[in-house]
Nanobody, 117 residues
């Protein structure tokens, strides 16, 4: 069972930046796709960005050019740099790690990001 712990959320003004981090309790360097999802009040959880173990990435259209996902396989961490934040980015952000075959799927507890003036 892999434990994922997020950090870095908070309150930021529109146009500001935040960096989210996720630390895994065990190695996720092989066979795991890791990513960030978010869920706003009254909405379904949605993909924000994912990165595979080869460094390939995929982003939700609304965050392209503003958010950057990265991973450090040696430290078992994944980060999300969020720039030019907008009020519509307000949500609880969740870290996720899943194997390529979908057999194992782990979630963090979530961290709140609020973009407001």
């Amino acid at each position: 069972q892999v434990q994922l712990v997020e950090s870095g959320g908070g309150l930021v003004q529109p146009g500001g930046s935040l960096r989210l981090s996720c630390a895994a309790s065990e190695s996720i360097s092989i066979n795991f796709i890791v990513g960030w999802y978010r869920q706003a009040p009254g909405k379904q959880r949605e993909l924000v960005a994912i990165i595979n173990n080869f460094g390939g990435t995929n982003y939700q259209d609304s965050v392209k050019g503003r958010f950057t996902i990265s991973r450090d396989n040696a430290k078992n961490t994944v980060s999300l740099q969020m720039n030019s934040l907008k009020p519509e980015d307000t949500a609880v952000y969740y870290c996720n790690a899943q194997t390529w075959n979908g057999r194992y799927n782990y979630w963090g507890q979530g961290t709140q990001v609020t973009v407001s003036s």
